[in-house]
């Protein structure tokens, strides 16, 4: 059960990591792997800020959607106003973030030893809603402080995932949205795409590096290796969500893209409780995506022939 | 009331092109030249045609005006502005455009309604303010029975899913929506199958008749340019060649606008055979 819960809650926040995904994937159609640096950027700016500095959790933790955002903009930048492909451009960025990670942090890991972070504040929320630091969930004896945080980071994410939406519902939101669709069309009503592609991957890595500060705080430290390979999990998320929900429109894809996270997570703490070597867990991620992406396209070709047989 | 709107306008022309120049891939084998030195002025709630060949610059003129490239030479002046150094997208709070291919006008993935949401706020800000505002459905739906294509029911569909003509036609409602100081129209119904076609250009009448718009609409087809809009600009190699006014249009059949089109074409073979003569002569 504890497995279980654990595996819910980091599910739950690498959705707000998936969600970053979904806006640079979806909504732009870039595979963006600036993602890759953003994520420990915000893991390091929080873990930093609380550690040597002991600031007050919630700031550190916004401090760590800032980082992310400033990522994202600086990939946006190199995209639209100097032309660079947007691959390329999230390679350059994540490249050199690495560097800039490890001068933030100062090394290559950060335990947290007693700092006060979102993991303590849920701790002394939990002994008190609970009254006990255990607490009996259907018969199953859970921690209350596991228990605090998956709620916490349900309504959080919930709320931020709303707000996502509301926002992709605004003018705004709207604009940039038909930006990735069809750039020329944007422009032609005044549109300023541009803008749109810098301030939407400011939006997504923001999420991203907001998920790298509570993912740290989560697991009691940062480390500066902690966000290789994280787009190929974000793509899993988005691509799980879709298949689930066929995602037609902007709130379900939302929906979808988080409940895939949390699926994802679960999938994978199964597949290591059985025995999976933890070393493979990167190569089993990336074909699982390349099969969820060449696998549709198989399949209407194989049924376009067996349509074409009966004509 | 053509003789009316003429009275009414003022001395100065809604829209100037001075001495426009514009070379792509200058210094290459793939140069060429659209715009040479193209001097144009259109009067306000004027309906101008035009018509050219292939490679004859229509669509240049057409995309310089909109600002989708920067001119090298030359002004380009619009409502009283010096809009020349603008970008595209601040054009747009002037103009309205409808381009020749109907998946190019509209953002296939997302609804009708998403669209003209974005089109009821063309050229303003666009801030935190909910997209779909109770107004819009209901100013759109009413709109949208107007076209009697059936679509009011299916306002949150997909626009990738409709027709082409379909497409066109909402196009078309689309960049008229905040009513522009200048149409532009690229080919629109090029790409249509003839009924299509001419259930686009019945609209397209209606609206800029009814809003009193000033239109530049380029055209393959002779007979449109004959039923359509109130002057005539014939464009070759880059440059005004003909241009008919209301009065001398009237009197236009398509027999004239196909002899003036054979007239070039002969002259162009005559161009080749001459220099191919010189070449032959002399190198």
Redesign the interface.
């Known amino acids: 059960m504890t497995l279980l819960i654990g595996a819910l809650t980091l599910g739950i926040i690498l959705a707000l990591l998936a969600l970053g995904v979904y806006i640079s994937y979806r909504i732009f159609d870039i595979a963006d792997i600036t993602v890759d640096g953003s994520l420990t950027f915000g893991a390091a700016v929080a873990s930093v800020l609380l550690v040597k500095h002991g600031v007050n959790p919630v700031w550190a933790t916004t401090a760590g959607f800032i980082a992310g955002a400033v990522a994202g903009s600086v990939s946006g930048i190199l995209q639209t106003r100097f032309h660079i492909n947007s691959l390329l451009a999230g390679i350059l960025v994540m490249t050199a973030l690495y560097s800039v990670n490890l001068h933030v942090m100062g090394r290559s890991n950060i335990p947290f030893l007693g700092a006060a972070t979102l993991s303590t504040y849920c701790e002394q929320a939990g002994s008190v809603i609970f009254s006990g630091s255990e607490t009996n969930l259907w018969g199953w004896i859970v921690s209350s402080a596991d228990l605090t945080m998956l709620l916490f980071m349900f309504i959080f994410v919930g709320l931020i995932a709303l707000a996502l939406w509301a926002?992709l519902?605004?003018?705004?939101?709207?604009?940039m949205?038909?930006s990735g669709?069809?750039p020329?069309?944007?422009?032609?009503?005044?549109?300023?795409?541009e803008h749109y592609r810098i301030f939407g991957l400011a939006l997504s890595n923001g999420l991203v590096g907001l998920a790298g500060a509570l993912w740290a705080q989560y697991q009691n430290f940062a480390d500066v290796q902690m966000g290789i390979g994280m787009v190929v999990w974000g793509l899993a998320s988005v691509i799980i969500g879709e298949a689930l929900t066929g995602a037609?429109g902007v709130g379900i894809a939302i929906i979808g893209t988080i409940i895939g996270s949390i699926l994802f997570r679960q999938l994978v703490a199964i597949a290591l409780s059985f025995g999976l070597n933890p070393n493979d867990l990167k190569l089993v991620t990336a074909v699982f995506v390349l099969a969820a992406l060449v696998l549709p396209n198989m399949m209407s070709k194989f049924t376009f022939r067996k349509q074409k047989r009966f004509l | 009331m053509k003789t009316e709107a003429s009275l009414l306008t003022v001395n100065r022309p809604l829209v100037t092109l001075s001495n426009v120049y514009k070379t792509f891939h200058a210094g290459t084998v793939n140069e060429v030249r659209p715009m040479q030195g193209i001097n144009l002025a259109i009067e306000e709630g004027s309906f101008v045609i035009v018509l050219g060949g292939n490679g004859s610059g229509k669509s240049t003129l057409l995309n310089a005006l909109a600002g989708s490239f920067a001119i090298d030479e030359g002004r380009i002046e619009l409502d009283g502005q010096d809009v020349s150094q603008w970008p595209e997208h601040r054009r747009a709070s002037l103009i309205g455009r409808v381009f020749q291919n109907p998946f190019s006008g509209t953002a296939p993935s997302m609804s009708i309604l998403d669209n003209f949401s974005l089109a009821a706020k063309r050229g303003r800000f666009r801030g935190l303010s909910w997209a779909h505002s109770r107004h819009l459905q209901d100013e759109l739906r009413d709109r949208v029975r107007d076209l009697r294509m059936g679509l009011e029911d299916r306002l949150d569909c997909a626009i990738g899913s409709l027709s082409g003509g379909q497409r066109q036609a909402l196009t078309l409602l689309m960049a008229t929506w905040i009513k522009p100081r200048l149409l532009l129209l690229d080919e629109h119904t090029a790409a249509l199958d003839p009924k299509s076609a001419d259930q686009v250009i019945a609209l397209t009448d209606e609206i800029i008749a009814r809003e009193g718009l000033t239109t530049l609409m380029v055209t393959h087809s002779m007979q449109q340019a004959i039923n359509l809009g109130d002057r005539i600009v014939m464009m070759h190699k880059g440059n005004v060649l003909h241009d008919y006014s209301a009065t001398q249009k009237k009197r236009l059949r398509v027999d004239d606008l196909l002899s003036r089109f054979e007239n070039i074409r002969r002259r162009e073979l005559l161009d080749e055979s001459v220099a191919e003569l010189l070449r032959a002569r002399y190198i």
């Open positions: 926002f519902r605004t003018d705004l939101g709207t604009a949205r038909a669709d069809n020329q069309m944007v422009k032609a009503l005044g549109g300023n795409i037609t």
